[in-house]
């Protein structure tokens, strides 16, 4: 660590009190800091730099944009990469045909449920104003994206009336110890969400709003098959908006374009950030369908206009990491490499008895750790060992992804997210140093 810029005091505030050295450069999957370490980028940042660092067609666009104009007001010109980039959007989305840009993921998810909110009023429905989600589950650190956010560690903070939306319990199923199949406990979890639907009054209920594929909150959780359908049945049967917040799972990092891609499950609004502005810029959206921004737009339009929503610059990035996308083929190389990966930490399980579950998508994937993995009982969160694998990993060399989650899951899990550039030959290495991290901390 570089001892000087870990001891020099900072006008700098932030999230944590903890120094990191200091970067320098980046390129590809790989960081070096001023003191010339090099560290290998396991976890895409926090899962977002989903095309790699410094890419040189996306360096270049930006230089060209940066060249012509960095900003030009919404409400006063349009703008050509704005308009480019909802295009080839779009275009990967079938029918969530219709794209508003935001800058981040906590914006994207504010601005689905705005969204969905106006819909219902515009539609005659102004009883609806419920969102439900799940616990535990991460949609975001701002105000709105929080009351949707299932982790009391970070709500309970502000406030008691801060959790404010109902939750329904994450599909946890791999860990129920009971007789039924997988697929009958993904039924079962899906059951919940017409229960509390019918608790709460169908006529209140907006929408219900979920990670496809888990990410912050319960580390690469993947429901059953059964799941999926069942929860577009429910909403349907009751009018509600399905929401899917693809700020993690989407934009190819599950090996499909969108996580809820793998699942027949066609949801009414979504959220996109991390991967589509992936490291370069700030930039978030949402899609839907006409069928829901029509009425809404002869309502009077959209109440939700930030400073720098689909400003040229940021377009102009995100239009060129999509092209830099397709013409690699990282969705494909993500599937394939996301199989590799699972393969290989499916062998550290074998190694290690207090590996509970190897689990994800693509190149999202995680390791659960457990007390005992018959029972799936989970470690004591005073242990703290999902940080000290975090730990002996970065003294490797080696960026992975894990948070502390207070209701429902420990927040133990691992996850090992990569660039979806990423080599067989640096899977390995990932998960060989993940290896050494693990062996250091049972020792
Ligand atoms: N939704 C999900 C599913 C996320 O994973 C995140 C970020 N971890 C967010 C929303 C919030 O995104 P941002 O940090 O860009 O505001």
Known sequence: ??????????????????????????????????????????????????????????????????????????????????????????????????????????????SCIKLARQWAVATGQPGRWKVIARMPSYHGGTYGSLAVTGDGLLTDTFSDQMRVMPTVPAPTAYRDRDNLSLEERGLRYADMLEERILAEGPETVLAFIMEPIGGAATGALVAPDSYYGRIRQICDRYGILLIHDEVMSGVGRTGKFLGGDHWNCRPDIISLSKGIGSGYVPLGALAAPERIVKPVLDMGGFQHGHTYAGNPLACAAGLAILQEMDRLDLVDNAAKMGDLLLEELGGLAKRFPFIGDVRGKGLMAAIELVADSQTMQPLPASYHTNQKILDRAYERGLILYSRRVKGGVQGDYVMVAPPLIVTADEVREIVSILGDSLEAVAR
């Open 1 to 110: 660590m570089d001892q000087q810029s870990a001891h020099r005091p900072s006008n700098l505030f932030y999230l944590s009190r903890l120094r990191r050295p200091v970067v320098d450069r980046a390129e590809g999957i790989y960081l070096w800091t001023k003191d010339g370490r090099r560290f290998i980028d396991g976890s895409s940042g926090p899962i977002a730099v989903n095309l790699g660092y410094s890419n040189p067609a996306v360096i270049e666009a930006m230089k060209r944009q940066m060249e012509r104009t960095t900003f030009a007001y919404r409400l006063h010109f349009e703008n050509e990469p704005a308009e480019e980039l909802a295009t080839a959007l779009a275009e990967k989305l079938g029918y969530l045909d219709r794209i508003f840009f935001v800058s981040g993921g906590s914006e994207a998810v504010e």
